[in-house]
């Protein structure tokens, strides 16, 4: 391949991957889907290639739709042993920010409730939201009339909506302020204060840790501040199956405020919340080696502010 083809690939690459990121959840498996396309670009008659960027947007999201219908994807998400990778800020891969539509079509929650929708309308509604194609260009990426996709994307519309917690865009200084205070009383186990921070409709999942086979699924605010209790109260066997004493960061993650811990720079765990009129709507709990793969690789790089607890 000469370098020109290259350079036209590596151009595209991260928009490529923002939208595979937003179609699967997953950077691992969005960076796969970039890959392949690279490797079928390659292959490419590039001669009878009229607009790379379009020949490319339509590889790349099909081969994410073929993952989203494979019978093993389809298997591991219906099973409820899925939540998606969160990505500090400032990683390209969140893609374009400029509108609240982008900021909020990579935000955990919605990523979580595109899971509901078919490939073909999570496919429409990514690109329609996020990226702002004419209805014209989507129906051309996914071989369907110009209706079908303005179909596609009332009805995701329709579906986040009514099951979205959408109001204003939250302050980040403020909802930073919401989360370290919610972690102090966490770590000192005062339960009353943490059901004064959440939400009446709050809800909490988790991994447990990377160690649950099912994800824990938690609901009411009494439920949620004691799960939260339990889990960030520290004790001698939880420093102990952590390897240490990490320190405890808040930072943003998909948009939102998250706290992470960190052992020896490298991240052992993330929990990322949802902050809606000052208080905490939901939290995600994300601890599987895989899930925080591309956090724990960009850890390094990243400029934390001085950790909210410096020994859990």
Known sequence: MDIAAIDRFEASRGR???????????????????????LRWQAADRDRVEVPEAWLTKVVTNLCLDRLRSAQAR???AAGDWLPEPLLEGD???????????????????LTLMERLSPVERAAYVLREAFAYPHAEIAGILDISESASQQHVHRARRRIAAERRRGDEVDP???????EEFLAAAVSGRTDRLVALLTDDVTAVSDGAGLARRLLRYTTRERVASFVRAGFKPTPAKRRMAGGTPALHVVFANGSPAVVAVLDD??????VFEVSDGRIASLRGIGAADRIARLNAAWPLHEPDAPAIDAW
């Open 16 to 38: 490529l991957a923002s939208l595979a990121y937003r179609l699967l959840g997953s950077a691992a498996d969005a960076e796969d889907a970039v890959q392949d396309a690279f």
């Open 92 to 110: 390209p891969m969140l893609g374009p920010a400029d509108t609240f539509e982008q900021r909020e079509s990579v935000s955990l929650a919605v």
């Open 266 to 271: 490298q991240v052992v765990g993330a929990v």
């Open 173 to 179: 200084a403020s909802a930073r302020r919401i989360v």
């Open 75 to 77: 298997h591991e998400r």
